[in-house]
């Protein structure tokens, strides 16, 4: 059984590693300063959906076959690599192609579509990266005591806890680049910028993964 001095240094550990910015949260910042407080949120629930996927395959091995395997973690890394810098191409050709104006904070009439694509394309940044997998590997057993009576189950547990803290964070990055946009003036005026911005961060995160070395044996 997990104690409590336990349970809150896995907590505590959880939110400082939910509050450090990645490809993750910039997509859930960027999200929430283009279009509003409902993208953004929409985005962290699809980076939720995606850490749920990396959990569940973590607790029914497919993690222990991607640390073990390098092809397997070659492939879907290199897939999760193509998808971020394909991302950032996407921002960048955005920008360059002189488009109009951005409609910054103007159009409340987000369809269910719009939404649809915001919740998926932030699931794909999340999902498609194998090191997600890995981290649950690695990170949630060190707080599974050794002789606990039912370790998978507690694996479950404390990973549906750190997605559901993870979540709320993700949440107030949204909540927080979105009254950021409506109240300062000078991130209005210089929204302009932001696609260009994202899109060189998204290939350079998609670079860094696509040279992350396969677990050593």
Same mark, same amino acid.
């Given at each position: 059984?997990?104690? =409590?001095?336990?349970?809150?240094?896995?907590?505590?550990?959880? =939110?400082?590693?939910?509050?450090?910015?990645?490809?993750? =949260?910039?997509?859930?910042?960027?999200?929430?300063? &283009?279009?509003?407080? &409902?993208?953004?949120?929409?985005?962290?629930?699809?980076?939720?959906?995606?850490?749920?996927?990396?959990?569940?395959? !973590? !607790?029914?091995?497919? *993690?222990?076959?991607?640390?073990?395997? =390098?092809?397997?973690?070659?492939?879907?890394?290199?897939? *999760? %690599?193509?998808?971020?810098?394909?991302? *950032?191409?996407?921002?960048?050709?955005?920008?360059?192609? %002189?488009? &109009?104006?951005?409609?910054?904070?103007?159009?409340?009439?987000?369809?269910?579509?719009?939404?649809?694509?915001?919740?998926?394309?932030?699931?794909?940044?999340?999902?498609?990266?194998?090191?997600?997998?890995?981290?649950?590997? #690695?990170?949630?057993?060190?707080?599974?005591?050794?002789? !606990? #009576? !039912?370790?998978?189950?507690?694996?479950?547990?404390?990973?549906?806890?750190?997605?559901?803290? *993870?979540?709320?964070?993700?949440? @107030?990055?949204?909540?927080?680049?979105?009254?950021?946009?409506?109240? @300062?003036?000078?991130?209005?005026?210089?929204?302009?910028?932001?696609? &260009?911005? #994202?899109?060189?961060?998204?290939?350079?995160?998609?670079?860094?993964?696509?040279?992350?070395?396969?677990?050593?044996?």
């Amino acid at each position: 059984m997990i104690t =409590v001095e336990h349970l809150g240094l896995f907590i505590a550990a959880g =939110v400082v590693l939910n509050l450090t910015p990645g490809p993750d =949260v910039l997509y859930i910042v960027s999200q929430a300063l &283009r279009g509003g407080v &409902r993208p953004g949120l929409v985005a962290a629930l699809g980076i939720t959906a995606g850490c749920f996927v990396h959990m569940t395959a !973590a !607790a029914i091995g497919v *993690g222990a076959m991607l640390a073990a395997s =390098v092809a397997t973690f070659n492939v879907l890394k290199w897939a *999760g %690599a193509a998808y971020l810098v394909w991302v *950032g191409v996407r921002l960048l050709y955005k920008r360059a192609s %002189a488009e &109009r104006t951005p409609r910054l904070l103007a159009n409340r009439d987000l369809t269910t579509v719009m939404l649809r694509s915001v919740f998926f394309r932030g699931f794909l940044t999340n999902v498609l990266n194998p090191k997600v997998a890995l981290f649950f590997l #690695a990170f949630v057993p060190q707080f599974i005591p050794a002789h !606990a #009576a !039912a370790p998978a189950l507690t694996f479950v547990v404390l990973g549906c806890l750190f997605n559901i803290n *993870g979540m709320l964070i993700c949440m @107030a990055w949204a909540l927080a680049a979105s009254w950021l946009a409506q109240h @300062a003036r000078v991130v209005q005026q210089g929204m302009h910028c932001l696609d &260009r911005v #994202a899109g060189v961060l998204f290939v350079g995160f998609g670079l860094k993964l696509a040279w992350a070395d396969a677990p050593v044996h």
